[in-house]
């Protein structure tokens, strides 16, 4: 079929229709044609697309895909597409636990193919196995040390080599490290900058072009609340999730019109290893703290609400504008008693 003469099926409804299931329903609404060359804000009323991504007809999900995006390009956001996640894939590094490995089971859930990035092979096999169990999903596994400078351009090559357009990228990846001046370990702070921004900052170039030339996709990027204040102990740590809150919002500026979201995730302190990792064992066990189910769900709900950074949890959200009030001496030497490493008996 010519690409010039092809024709898609949809259907006009109010505006704040906002439909739940994939199946079209025909006889609710008045079904006619329209050329996708003539698809135009000014010509084209809010819209639903009725299309199926599934995978028991491959043959037509290819073509349904192209023009469905197509159409969402063209419309700007004005239209609400139905399985838009279905036979996509997104690339997860820092997949094998936590937040990381959450965002994979919540995307395999909604039909996505994923690339799991980690350094630990044992754990991604043991993710991959249970998401094909449960959703049939395709994972694609590199084990990587995002420590060292070369993994990046390495994973990028892997993935072209295996032939998989990325639609979304997930910067998971990254560590903590809490320590007093005195008895800094520097190659665990260069290690921890080459993580949380080098690698980073090399992934996100590595694939957004991509995404822009196609006309749609989404970055999110993992900050943190610590993004907004300098941190006494781990001021390396906060400065690397402030640079990456900065540079994806910048970003997210500049791909807005292209159909591309890029999203700063900044989660308080959460249910996972982090803090163990990071040197303040039990830490977490003394503070208020969310699951990594409920981070996940509210940066999926950002990023398609396309925002530039969202602060998950409405306390976190309050802190994270308190600070900026506040007398800047105030909110650093209020943060000492947060990390302060205990004195040696």
């Not at 809010?46 to 599934?54: D, K, P």
Request: glycine share 6%.
């Amino acid at each position: 079929m010519d690409a010039s003469s092809r024709k898609l099926l949809i259907f006009p409804i109010p505006s704040v229709y906002k439909p739940k299931r994939t199946v079209c329903e025909p006889t609710r609404f008045c079904c006619r044609e329209i050329d996708l060359q003539q698809l135009s804000l000014e010509t084209t009323p809010r819209f639903v697309l009725h299309f199926s991504l599934t995978r028991t007809d491959p043959g037509h999900s290819e073509f349904f895909r192209e023009v469905a995006l197509t159409a969402l390009t063209r419309l700007s956001g004005r239209l609400y597409v139905i399985s838009a996640y279905a036979d996509q894939w997104a690339l997860i590094t820092g997949a094998s636990s936590g937040i990381g490995a959450e965002f994979a089971r919540r995307l395999a859930s909604r039909g996505m193919h994923l690339i799991l990035i980690a350094r630990r092979k044992d754990l991604l096999e043991q993710l991959a196995v249970e998401l094909h169990t449960a959703h049939g999903t395709k994972c694609e596994i590199i084990v990587s040390d995002l420590s060292d400078p070369a993994q990046p351009a390495a994973i990028a090559e892997e993935v072209a080599r295996r032939q998989i357009n990325v639609e979304l990228l997930i910067n998971n990846a990254g560590f903590g490290y809490v320590s007093e001046i005195e008895t800094v370990d520097l190659p665990r702070v260069e290690e921890m900058i080459q993580v949380n921004i080098t690698a980073l900052t090399k992934l996100t170039y590595r694939f957004l072009g991509g995404m822009m030339q196609r006309g749609h996709g989404g970055v999110i990027n993992t900050s943190s609340v610590a993004a907004f204040q300098p941190v006494a102990y781990m001021g390396a740590y906060a400065a690397s999730k402030a640079y990456v809150l900065h540079f994806s919002e910048a970003l997210w500026a500049e791909a807005r019109e292209s159909g591309v979201t890029v999203l700063a995730l900044c989660p308080g302190p959460t249910r996972t290893d982090f803090f163990d990792v990071a040197g303040a064992k039990g830490w977490l066990t003394k503070k208020r703290s969310q699951s990594a189910e409920e981070v996940v769900r509210i940066a999926i709900r950002a990023l398609e609400k396309k925002k530039q950074y969202v602060v998950c949890g409405w306390i976190n959200y309050i802190l994270s504008l308190a600070v900026r009030l506040a007398n800047r001496r105030t909110v650093v030497r209020e943060s000492m008693k947060f990390f302060r490493p205990a004195k040696a008996k």
